[in-house]
């Protein structure tokens, strides 16, 4: 062999530094015999260092103070909204259309940017003027910012692989969550010691049931709201869920328009709408049924289209074969294996919304919560007890039934 050839070999044999870096960094081939694996110290110990930084700072023993200054953030809502539509249609139109230039001839492709602009256009000429979005920056936590900066570098090395710092991200949200104002260990002594609270139970015993007869009407009436609010919940998700799955939707920009569209609603809570359709039909049980039915709509929705997005393919590929239509498709392919589940969470939100129901009654829905609020306010415990005992038996015997249906059906 010449001395050419040796090098060539010893230079082949060598790593790169870039690939030095990456293997150093690498996680090691999972050993079955260690189920939790083993410690990888080049990313646990980088891991573990930031987790004391992060606590430290989270608790002030380092304290690096903060930056006074005064800056307004302000921006036309309207046009970066209108910016932001362009932007994440881009992201996910052009990357695919790039790697496959097929799609640039699908109409599938030209409908959706078509649509994505005039939505755009729709929001930048205000005619749906949204404001002006305003906010005033008074100043700087140095600590909160490098937290911020020690979460991110955390979630790094998470996705890396590191149990440590997957591990440390959730004990840091945890510990986040606990440190709310008012909240420790002489919390849960407060409760079992509380004054207040051994009064309110004396109170409460014995219950005073001559005011059951008192009960009953408004208990039937929450029961009733929360029939009505179910079923305005399955009409209108059954409809919305086909457009909503996958396999179903006729277009993806459909899928997407009715998604963005069920998470809006489904982000305000039942009892805000209670409160504007109170404000729109005025007090009463339809108020809070419909608060509960709009509600119901955007959640079942949701379960429904996973529902209908997990069947089997076959039965609706043996159906196109024999030219089937989408709508015998869906009749006679996806409903029946889709129903039992579609039951299923029917019948789970009948009960849920009878709880939720008693809640609504608050902001004037009517039912059971309406004198429940009353009595409340009123001091009468007692009568509160046999509000209480009722609701609880209600929601028990629900159970059983809706959980006898479901025996049958699944």
């Known amino acids: 062999m010449s001395i050419r050839e040796e090098e060539a070999k010893t230079v082949a044999s060598t790593p790169p530094r870039s690939g030095m870096r990456r293997q150093f960094f690498q996680l090691p081939e999972p050993d079955l015999r260690r189920p939790l694996g083993a410690i990888h110290w ?63 001839r699908n109409r599938t492709t030209w409908i959706s940017i078509g649509v994505l602009v005039l939505v ?68 849960f002594q407060d409760i079992f010691t509380s004054d207040n609270g051994s009064r309110l139970f004396r109170e409460m015993v014995p219950p005073n049931w001559s005011y059951f007869a008192n009960v009953t009407t408004p208990l039937f009436l929450t029961v009733q709201t929360a029939v009505l609010a179910t079923l305005i919940g399955v009409i209108g998700a059954l409809p919305l869920s086909i457009l909503a799955a996958r396999n179903t939707t006729p277009h993806p920009v459909i899928y997407n328009i009715v998604r963005l569209i069920i998470n809006t609603v489904r982000a305000v809570p039942a009892l805000v709408l209670a409160m504007i359709f109170v404000t729109i039909l005025g007090l009463g049980p339809v108020a809070g049924a419909f608060g509960l039915g709009v509600h119901s709509i ?48 029917s019948i789970y939100y009948w009960e849920s919304n009878t709880r939720d129901s008693t809640v609504v009654a608050f902001v004037g829905g009517g039912g059971l919560g309406f004198i429940l609020n009353s009595n409340l306010s009123l001091f009468q415990y007692a009568n509160v007890s046999v509000i209480l005992i009722s609701l609880i038996l209600t929601v028990m015997l629900l159970d059983r039934i809706s959980d006898f249906i479901r025996s049958k059906i699944m």
């Open 42 to 104: 080049p990313i646990a110990i980088p891991a573990l260092v930031l987790l004391l930084l992060a606590g430290l700072l989270f608790t002030r023993i380092i304290d690096f103070g903060s930056m006074p200054f005064q800056w307004t953030l302000a921006f036309d809502v309207n046009i970066l909204l209108s910016l932001v539509i362009l932007f994440a249609g881009a992201l996910a139109i052009v990357p695919g259309a790039m790697k496959n230039r097929q799609n640039w």
């Open 120 to 187: 755009a256009i729709f929001f930048f000429f205000k005619l749906v003027n949204l404001g002006t979005f305003t906010y005033t920056f008074n100043g700087l936590d140095i600590n909160g910012l490098c937290l911020i900066v020690l979460v991110a570098l955390l979630a790094a090395l998470a996705f890396k692989g590191s149990k440590f710092a997957g591990l440390g991200l959730l004990l840091l949200f945890l510990w986040w969550g606990i440190s709310i104002d008012g909240f420790g260990l002489g919390t």
């Open 298 to 345: 955007s959640v079942l929705t949701k379960l429904y289209a996973e529902a209908i997005e997990s069947v089997k393919l076959q039965p609706i590929e043996a159906l196109s074969a024999a030219g089937a239509n989408g709508l015998k498709r869906f009749r006679w392919g996806v409903f029946p294996q889709a129903f039992p589940l579609l039951a299923s969470n």
